[in-house]
């Protein structure tokens, strides 16, 4: 489990604001995010309230940008939007030049809203509908990336109805151990994703034959959150050694789509450097002639955000327990993932206390609600506001309203101020659309 299994020490204060640039403690400021004091954007929005950087997800754009131009490989990035949708952030990285990785239909609209052209968009995922499909060849999708021989089929119906052509690219599932968590490993040949690399020549030239359809090449996403390069190397050369071998049986393969995954460093080490990754792309991928693609999600994403709460009160139960006000509603990723992330309160004077061991959790009525398990953290007294970190990726995107708790504000910190980007949500709005039947009425 790359970032949830964590056995070492708990980093400390100043480890974890060494591994965040973005992040300072100010001694009567306090913790502030791109020179932002986050205590500020709890006083006017209260707690929990998601805060993204923009600054720093500009940064890691253009890190990972740069990294690939030193080693002089043209590289065509698409976000995926899956790591975080909020329409600011799509808009900020279609300033940057990306275009979109989607596995939704709503994706694929949110993109839209953003600017982001429907030739930007790559279309990934397993399970697309008829309906979805339609609505993306429609638009003028750009590739769409096919996982199983049932969905080429699928596209090939759908396009030629709609009298168009879709360029596809065919999805190889390499078998390659990415090295993370089982949830999210993706190119093993036991995961749902993709087609066996014996079945991609036949499919291939299949696919080359049928109308309504235009393959462009091979895609392949082995993960997420990986930080060693060497299932990369591994992943890569499969997908070159399937590039030539296709060619050298008569096809014409244009794109080589690598997927995303470069992991981050939640603790205080460091995460994949986009250098060492850019480096392993040109060895594998040099001369082989192809349109190089990439989607990043959390690498951009994921250090720019936090989630700040507050302290309800603290319970001793034979431990120290902290309860916040947020939950696992708002940050799923520790419930589903034993994942951990850094939690910082947000004013220096905290640190003045002695550290001892404590259980962070929220209030929702299940065990698993829990954000820290034995943190060595200060005394937290009712109404101390803490900063749950690198919650930038998977954060917003897969919360829910459990409990009938209503999803957090959000805010975008920019050029030293601050914006509301997402209103919290109005608690009458969970049942808004629901209907109770009268006594009267019987179903049709």
Not at 73 to 87: E, F, R
Request: net charge negative; hydrophobic share 45%.
């Amino acid at each position: 489990m790359a970032d949830m299994n964590f056995t070492g020490p708990d980093p400390d204060l100043q480890d974890l604001l060494a591994a965040r640039p973005q992040l300072e403690m100010h001694a009567q400021d306090g913790l502030c995010l791109e020179g932002v004091p986050l205590n500020a954007i709890a006083d006017k929005y209260g707690t929990p309230v998601w805060v993204y950087g923009a600054g720093t997800m500009r940064a890691r754009y253009a890190a990972l940008r740069d990294a690939f131009a030193a080693e002089n490989v043209p590289m065509h990035i698409h976000y995926a939007v899956k790591a975080n949708d909020h329409l600011a952030v799509l808009n900020l990285f279609r300033e940057q030049g990306a275009g979109a990785d989607v596995v939704s239909i709503g994706e694929f609209l949110r993109a839209a809203q953003a600017g982001i052209v429907a030739k930007d968009v790559v279309y990934s995922g397993v399970g697309k509908s008829e309906a979805e499909l339609e609505a993306a060849l429609c638009a003028g999708i750009g590739q769409i990336n096919a996982e199983s021989a049932e969905e080429v089929e699928m596209i090939s119906a759908v396009a030629s109805r709609l009298g168009v052509v879709a360029n596809i690219a065919l999805r190889m599932n390499p078998d390659v151990d990415a090295g993370t968590h089982a949830k999210i490993t993706t190119g093993l040949a036991g995961n749902k994703f993709g087609i066996a690399a014996v079945d991609i020549s036949y499919l291939y030239a299949r696919a080359a034959k049928l109308p309504g359809v235009r393959v462009a090449g091979i895609a392949m996403h082995i993960g997420s959150q990986i930080l060693s390069t060497e299932p990369y190397h591994l992943a890569y050369e499969k997908g070159a050694e399937m590039v030539r071998a296709l060619r050298e049986a008569g096809q014409s393969v244009e794109v080589l789509d690598i997927g995303g995954g470069l992991g981050i460093g939640y603790q205080d080490e460091p995460g994949l450097s986009p250098n060492a990754f850019a480096a392993v792309v040109r060895q594998v991928t040099n001369g082989l002639g192809v349109r190089l693609m990439m989607e990043p999600g959390r690498y951009l994403a994921g250090p720019a955000g936090v989630l700040l709460g507050s302290v309800i009160l603290q319970k001793q139960a034979g431990k120290r327990f902290v309860v916040l006000d947020a939950a696992m509603n708002d940050l799923m990723r520790p419930a589903m993932y034993e994942a951990w992330h850094g939690i910082l309160p947000l004013d220096a004077t905290a640190y003045r206390s002695a550290l001892s061991p404590a259980d962070v959790v929220g209030p929702i009525c299940e065990s698993a609600d829990q954000f820290a398990n034995d943190r060595a953290l200060p005394d937290l007294k009712p109404g101390t506001r803490v900063a749950l970190l690198d919650t930038g990726a998977y954060g917003a995107v897969m919360s829910s309203t459990y409990n009938a708790r209503p999803r957090p504000a959000a805010v975008l910190v920019d050029k030293g101020g601050f914006m509301l980007i997402t209103k919290r949500q109005d608690i009458q709005s969970l049942w808004d659309g629901e209907i109770v039947p009268g006594p009267d009425q019987a179903p049709s």
